[in-house]
């Protein structure tokens, strides 16, 4: 896929232009700095065509890439858009100088933009530096004043000199000069990876190395891992999968890769043992480590509470490992190195790795995502049947999960409350919002009712569309709490009434005789089918064969004249449905706003930006497909371009 | 009159051109203290002298008390045993002294070794970003995966080489709360960042670059005194999925792009019970547990719009009962694998998964749900 950047050639467009205004911010100094904009004129008129084009290729240095771009324009645009600020463009340039002339006399055809415009971005961008700059040195600061240009570079240069008198050791001596020490490099690593680095011995699991940010980590000091068996540090149901990883002999010999490019497993052809070894091959696996728990005693002591099992498991986080085997000759080893294994390897084996504790949340063990025991999550079928129980409902319904499995919902509602759940049922399966239900009583097992108040919302695929299932957080309601939004409550009872009693004819199930718990049941189904009917009659419904590129599509704030023609749509679906009238906001909320909430800031994705217009008008899959193909070529192939065979360490 | 004019003109353009030559002048100084090999420091424009330059003060500042003194401090105390080898006999002095340069070169050496393995073993490179997005830094091997150098990127702000799409998402991210500073909040976020690298790994101009995808994983750090600078520590990772050892502890699945099983290896009847066929068509919505969707969600969303992801950890139900907790990276790959149950196969994507098993079966005498329950 090629993607056109240079506001050069694209800057001409409006979205362009405010692209920069917002990249260039604050830079509109230069308009009341005639002596600048005087200089930068001179500047021009004794400058080359190549110096020019230097200075444009700066203009485009900070421009970001276009959504739109125009088509037309794209094949002019290859000969010369680099945006980058470095010598090697100019260098490019004069060397094809007549090439430039040629076309700069198609980009000027392409886009016309006054060359003022250019020139002022240039000047913009360059007075954003300086500001910035000046920001930063802090004998700048206490000048009240606006200081010039030149003052500030000066200022910076004896700024840098000071800098550079207070750290000589790393600018000055280091045999290569770098932006960071090394040391504080392998600092910030450690600390954005929150791991720390490894080394373990294939043999007998001994590790070799560890980084001093371990401490942090699992608590352990590095010197009292150093030497030991890693195996002392993994939970005893990960030895084998760490086993396998660091296995170098034919024990596992159906190692397993995967290509992907084509998604198919491949049986590893890689010549067996030690060489397998040497050639860097690469390690990612997960497994639960120690921690030392003497720094948590906190969590310690809650845990006291629960049981024992739990307790145990408590010492453990789980660990990603990503990292290579390395091998050395024996030989090649001091007489401090590790003993090699004597008898048949000639090769000293171990894995190098990087251990990084998870960071998407805290580890399994004690993920128990904190809930309050009143609480439970359960998820029904569209038809309201559960499909999921959280076994917390237990304590609160007596019931086990499998007993309320497969069964309605309906079937445990009071039958008071059938009418306004059932009007909240139909709710939640056309809204992407989510749906407080009033407090409503739930048959337990004891026969007695619990109060509950729930929050439903439909979970809907973000690929189809279409609803899953329905995911209920029921909280229960204890008589105190209750009475304290009673009021509001009892009002919006009310207006639901209101529309249940539209809908009350058409639930086979509510009637009041008793023994009708039986029924209760169909009322979901009966739901569920108004849903199907719905859908069936309104015809944008994406059929699961139906990319959803096109949704956002529709949605692109480009195209009002397509989202208003979901609405007569949303509002024939309201008046066919008997009883359906007052949700036809809903409707509407599905079909824009209330959309938007699961997706929000990927809806903003619209095909052009990523395909180019030339391909929207292909059929949808096709287009998806193009970027997908695009997106997987260029990664997979450049993922593997490592070199493994650079890889130095000393031990 | 026009004489008069045209000297009022010539004094001007004199004047002109001396203070761009005073300013040239201050430029070549600033890129002269700029710690890059002199090739390069030759050829460096003055926007990005300034960009490298401000990169260079922001890393001092946001560093400053931490390694970059505490390498200081090591160095004063070499230079501290130097000092003490002059109080020796004078003839022994010049030798020691070519020693500890020659020590301090191989120690250098060997530092920086050692920060490449880092990086290596990484399989990422580091950036540090400002709160306005600015790249203060990104580490060397930074061309590796997109094929443009440190010192082309330094200082450049994050929204020019991305995806405008994860812009969003980007500047949810770099929004730092006075919690997030305190406690160092994480960051992990998907990313298609420009690449300029061709297929065969040689890197090519901007204007042919694809979108790379990254892993983003990092945490917020701050700096307090005198100029506070925070910033986003992140290490930014291509997401593997080839030329892994998978475990025993892993399967390997397939899925339709609406997440429906399509195909799933063995090894998922060893870890979760359920038999290959029985997935076919299942969605993973329903085998994961009801706290999870929210995750799963967004892991599908990364998929349908980046065409990778990494799910972090989420609870998949067992067969029998309970549930392990698994980590899954998938990745869109065109076309699916021809099969038996899917003749037609025209669906031109199909979500490849990698699901890592983390844990061992908790609670598996529980039931969750209707897929647990046993069918007599």
Known sequence: MHWSPGPLRSGGSAPAMSVWNTAASGGDRSGDDPAEEVMVKEHQSVSLPGAMASSSAVGMTASMEIPRKRKGCMDNQDTKSVSMDMDMEDMEDEQNGSDEDENRHLKMKCFREPHSQIEKRRRDKMNTLIDKLSAMIPSCNPLSRKVDKLTVLRMAVQHLKSLKGSSSSFSEASYKPSFLPNEELKHLVLKAADGFLFVVGCDRGKIVFVSESVTKILNYSRVELIGQSLFDYIHPKDMEKVKEQLSASELYPRERLIDAKTGLQVQADLPVGAARLCSGARRSFFCRMKYNKISIKVEEKEFQASTSKKKESQKYCTVHCTGYMRSWPTSQLGAEGEEPDKQDSSHFSCLVAMGRVHSHSSPPVNGEVHVKPTEFFTRCAMDGKFTFVDQRATTVLGYLPQELLGTSCYEYFHQDDLPHLAERHRKVLRSKDKIETNCYKFKTKYGSFVTLQSQWFSFVNPWTKEVEYIVSTNTVITPTSRSGNKSEQSSNYKTSQEDVNKSLPVIPGSSTTPGAMIYAGSIGTQIANELLDYNRMNSSPSSGSVSPFSLPHDKCPQTPNQTSNNMPNGEAAGLVIPGKSSSADELKGAAFSGAESVMEENSQLDLDSVVGPGLSSLGNDEAAMAVYMSLLETDTNAGDSVDFEEMHWSL | ?376
Not at chain 2, 116 to 128: A, D, K, S
């Open chain 2, 1 to 376: 009159m026009t004489a008069d004019k045209e000297k009022r003109r010539a004094i001007s353009r004199e004047a002109a051109r001396r203070r761009r030559r005073v300013e040239s002048e201050v430029f070549e100084d600033l890129s002269r203290l700029l710690p890059l090999p002199p090739s390069v420091q030759a050829h460096l424009d003055k926007p990005s002298v300034i960009r490298l330059t401000l990169s260079y003060i922001r890393m001092h500042t946001l560093l400053k008390g931490e390694a970059w003194t505490k390498a200081q401090a090591r160095h004063r105390v070499k230079c501290g045993r130097v000092m003490n080898g002059g109080e020796e006999p004078r003839e022994h002095d010049g030798g020691r002294e070519e020693e500890e340069e020659e020590e301090k070169e191989t120690e250098e050496m060997e530092a920086s070794e050692e920060t490449n393995l880092y990086l290596r073993i990484l399989e990422g490179f580091l950036i540090v970003l400002s709160t306005e997005g600015d790249m203060i830094y990104l580490s060397e091997n930074v061309s590796k995966y997109m094929g443009l150098t440190q010192n082309e990127l330094m200082g450049h702000n994050i929204f020019e080489f991305t995806h405008p799409c994860d812009h969003e998402e980007i500047r949810n991210s770099l929004l730092l709360t006075p919690e997030d500073v305190w406690y160092g909040a994480k960051r992990d976020l998907v990313l298609r960042i420009k690449s300029a690298l061709t297929p065969r790994g040689r890197s090519t101009n901007l204007k042919s670059a694809t979108w790379k995808v990254l892993h983003c994983q990092g945490r917020v750090k701050v700096c307090v005194a005198p100029s506070s600078v925070s910033c986003l520590l992140l290490t930014c990772q291509p997401l593997p999925l080839s030329h892994t050892l998978l475990s025993t502890h892993t399967f390997t699945s397939q899925h339709s792009m609406d997440m429906r099983f399509t195909y799933s290896d063995q090894r998922i009847t060893l870890l979760l019970g359920f038999s290959t066929e029985e997935l076919l068509g299942r969605s993973i919505y329903d085998l994961c547990h009801a706290m999870d969707i929210n995750h799963l969600t967004k892991n599908h969303l990364n998929l349908c719009f980046k065409s990778q992801s990494v799910s972090g950890q989420y609870r998949m139900l067992v067969r029998s009962g309970g549930y392990v907790w698994v980590e899954t990276h998938s990745a869109v790959i065109p076309g699916c694998r021809p099969s038996k149950s899917r003749p037609d196969a025209n669906q031109p994507l199909c979500i490849l998964c990698v699901t890592y098993v983390l844990s061992g079966v908790e609670e598996p005498s529980l039931q969750l749900s209707v897929d647990q329950i046993v069918h007599i």
